[in-house]
């Protein structure tokens, strides 16, 4: 009997437009009404996701900008690390050089741009509200910086001149078609959940996720049972116990009605 689910959010929870499908809605609240826990694990912060935290209820910590950050329902921070100085401007600086823009998360759950980009259209259409500032540079937002986001593809030249730059000194992963984020080593989503899992003394056995990007790869290595949805990365595809169907076809609800709860 599984006790906690964990759902990644864009790309799987929601629909190309960000809504919940119906059928998902319904299952997450069949779960919950069974006993089984709810969790989401996202690349966004908590303030992103709060209407999903209140629309379900959710009681326990959620993992948000991709692991950077344990933060209860109430939005209080259980734990969080901020990348280091150091290498938030070293990154800054190299981003800037490169003639690129990014975005900076901080631990209260902004997400601040000096300087916009198109893609980062896709970044607002998900829910996130974007603040403009006049500099990156400013101490408050250096020592307070847990994710940076570069908004570009994986085709783009900078995704591995950066990750050439960077790889050694901080985790380097891709949440999105069109974006790809830097936070401190050891940070990720798997890291977070395992964290949950021995708070709540759970087994790996206990535990289903559902995700649909690189950065849930790193769940599918602690969970028990990994479900895909079809609309997912190859590499993803590849690594998932079960695939269900699209995002936009409810594949989350689909798959929790025929191989968690069984119900058909």
């Known amino acids: 009997m599984y006790k906690l689910l964990v759902t990644d959010v864009d790309g799987t929870l929601l629909d190309n437009q960000s809504k919940v499908p119906e059928l998902n809605r319904q299952a997450i609240f069949a779960c919950m009404g069974k006993g089984i826990k709810v969790i989401l ?13 209140e629309m379900f209820g959710l009681k326990l910590p959620q993992i948000t900008l991709n692991g950077g950050v344990i933060a209860t329902n109430k939005n209080d921070i259980l734990k969080s690390r901020a990348i280091r100085e150091k290498d938030y ?16 998360a901080l631990l209260d759950g902004r997400v601040l741009y000096e300087t916009y980009h198109p893609n980062m259209r896709y970044i607002t ?29 994986e085709t783009d030249p900078v995704d591995k001149y950066l990750r050439d730059k960077f790889g050694e000194k901080l985790f380097i992963v891709r949440s999105g078609e069109y974006f790809f984020d ?17 708070m709540l003394g759970y087994g790996r056995e206990e535990v289903v996720v559902f995700g649909d990007s690189y950065n849930d790869l790193s769940m ?26 699209e995002n936009y076809r409810a594949g989350l609800g689909k798959a929790v009605f025929r191989h968690i709860l069984k119900e058909y």
Not at 89 to 104: A, F, M, N, Q
């Open 41 to 53: 694990a996202t690349g966004k912060t908590i303030l992103s996701i709060s209407h999903l935290i």
């Open 89 to 104: 401007i070293e990154l800054l600086k190299t981003i800037r050089e490169y003639g690129v823009s990014c975005t900076s």
């Open 125 to 153: 259409d998900s829910g996130v509200e974007l603040i403009k500032v006049d500099s990156l540079d400013d101490p408050r937002i250096i020592q307070n910086t847990v994710s940076v986001h570069v908004p570009a593809r």
């Open 182 to 198: 830097f936070l401190s080593k050891g940070l990720c989503k798997g890291n977070a959940l395992k964290e949950i899992m021995h």
């Open 220 to 245: 599918f290595e602690v969970a028990g049972l990994n479900i895909a949805v079809k609309n997912s990365y190859p590499e993803v595809l590849q690594k998932a116990d079960i695939v269900t169907e």
